[in-house]
T-cell receptor
Framework: GQNIDQPTEMTATEGAIVQINCTYQ??????LFWYQQHAGEAPTFLSY????GLEEKGRFSSFLSRSKGYSYLLLKELQMKDSASYLCAVRDDYGQNFVFGPGTRLSVLP | DAMVIQNPRYQVTQFGKPVTLSCSQTLNHNVMYWYQQKSSQAPKLLFH???????NEADTPDNFQSRRPNTSFCFLDIRSPGLGDAAMYLCATKGPRGTDTQYFGPGTRLTVL
C-alpha cells in the first residue's frame, strides 16, 4: 500500500525557521519531492531527494532518510509569502507515478 | 512563458451534463497526468499517458475518460458529472528521464450544480 503522512497545519513567525516532516510507506521508491501550493493555484516544484542527506536550495532545504522512510523540508528566514500548503510526494520505481501526501498548511504570522 | 496550459480555468456544469477539460503543453514532454484535488486534500492521480500508452488508476471511476490526440494535448472527459466530482483538476507533464520532476498547469476548478 501507499501511505504518506504530514502534519495538517503549522504556524510560524516571520523571520523564523520551520521544519515540515513527511513520513512514507510506499511499495516503491525513486525519489521524494516537495511542492509548494498557494490556495487556488497549482503545485510548484521546490526540492527533490533521491539519496540520503540534505539538499539545500537558498532558503529551502530538504532532507531524506530512506531507511527511516522520513523526509523534512526546512524553510529559513520565513516570509509572509511562504504561507501555503507544502506537499510531499514519492515517485515510484518506474519514475512515472507520484503519490502525494495530504499537505501541510503553513501560516506565517507577522 | 506558459508551459502547461489548462482551459478553462473555471468550469461550471450541471449534474449529469458531460464536460471536457483541456490541457496543452509546450515542453514536448512525453508523460502527461490528470489529477483530481478536493479542498485541503492531496492531488489524487486519475490516469497518465506515457506517449500514447494510457495508464488508468485502479480506483478511477469509469465516469472519467481521457484522450491524448497528440503530444501537446490531453483531454479529460467527465461523462456524467456528479456533485462529488466538484474539484480542482490538475494537468501535469514530465520528461522521459526517471529523474525529471512534474510541471503542473494552473488547474481547472469544476463546479457541478
Amino acid at each position: 500500500g501507499q501511505n504518506i503522512d504530514q502534519p495538517t497545519e503549522m504556524t510560524a513567525t516571520e523571520g523564523a525557521i520551520v521544519q515540515i516532516n513527511c513520513t512514507y510507506q510506499t511499495s516503491g521508491f525513486n525519489g521524494l519531492f516537495w511542492y509548494q501550493q498557494h490556495a487556488g493555484e497549482a503545485p510548484t516544484f521546490l526540492s527533490y531527494n533521491v539519496l540520503d542527506g540534505l539538499e539545500e536550495k537558498g532558503r529551502f532545504s530538504s532532507f531524506l532518510s530512506r531507511s527511516k522512510g522520513y523526509s523534512y523540508l526546512l524553510l529559513k528566514e520565513l516570509q509572509m509569502k511562504d504561507s501555503a500548503s507544502y506537499l510531499c510526494a514519492v515517485r515510484d520505481d518506474y519514475g512515472q507515478n507520484f503519490v502525494f501526501g495530504p499537505g501541510t498548511r503553513l501560516s506565517v504570522l507577522p | 512563458d506558459a508551459m502547461v496550459i489548462q482551459n478553462p480555468r473555471y468550469q461550471v456544469t450541471q449534474f449529469g451534463k458531460p464536460v471536457t477539460l483541456s490541457c496543452s503543453q509546450t515542453l514536448n514532454h512525453n508523460v502527461m497526468y490528470w489529477y483530481q484535488q478536493k479542498s485541503s486534500q492531496a492531488p489524487k492521480l486519475l490516469f497518465h499517458y506515457y506517449d500514447k500508452d494510457f495508464n488508468n488508476e485502479a480506483d478511477t471511476p469509469d465516469n472519467f475518460q481521457s484522450r491524448r490526440p497528440n503530444t501537446s494535448f490531453c483531454f479529460l472527459d467527465i461523462r456524467s458529472p456528479g456533485l462529488g466530482d466538484a474539484a480542482m483538476y490538475l494537468c501535469a507533464t514530465k520528461g522521459p528521464r526517471g529523474t525529471d520532476t512534474q510541471y503542473f498547469g494552473p488547474g481547472t476548478r469544476l463546479t457541478v450544480l
